[in-house]
């Protein structure tokens, strides 16, 4: 019986692969955005109808206008703080983090998705997971962007190991 083999070996390319892992990391950490997006914008509703009420507007078409002026405020706040929320609170432990590494000899370029397993911010030495229970020192390059996960760097003298 023939067993299957997948990766380079069986005639996928490398590209293919990698632009798998990120599409697949994109939407992990898209959803974690989302979430905070409406989280934030649940929480800046509740003044906004708390402004209504207290506005107390004469006449439906007034109560609406304000409600809606209300609620874009909301709208407004909750995207802000969906695209401060990283700068404010950095890279935070159990968040997935994107390694991209080059290869000074092939320079080849190699990006792997792994597991920020402490808090920091830009500049930062962090330990970060990768797969099979390896283990790695990195160096916060970037915070998260809207479509864009966090990025890491891994220096030679901090060598990946086993735990």
Known sequence: ?????????AGIPA??????????FFMASDAMRIVTFIKS???????????VFFARPEGLANTAAVFIQCE???LAGAIGF??????????SKGERVLLITTDPVSNSL?????????KGKVHENIKIGLDGGLEALA????????FTPARV???????????
């Open 1 to 9: 019986m023939e067993e299957k083999r997948m990766g380079p070996s």
């Open 82 to 91: 969906t695209i401060a929320h990283p700068f404010i609170f950095g890279v």
């Open 72 to 74: 874009a405020l909301a």
């Open 153 to 163: 760097s891994v220096k030679p003298e901090n060598a990946i190991r086993v735990i």
């Open 41 to 51: 914008l649940a929480v800046l509703t509740i003044p906004a109808m708390a402004g």
């Open 110 to 118: 190699s990006i792997r998705l792994a597991v920020a397993l402490q």
């Open 139 to 146: 160096t916060i390059e970037s915070y998260p962007g809207i």
């Open 15 to 24: 590209q293919a692969m990698s632009l798998a892992l990120i599409s697949s």
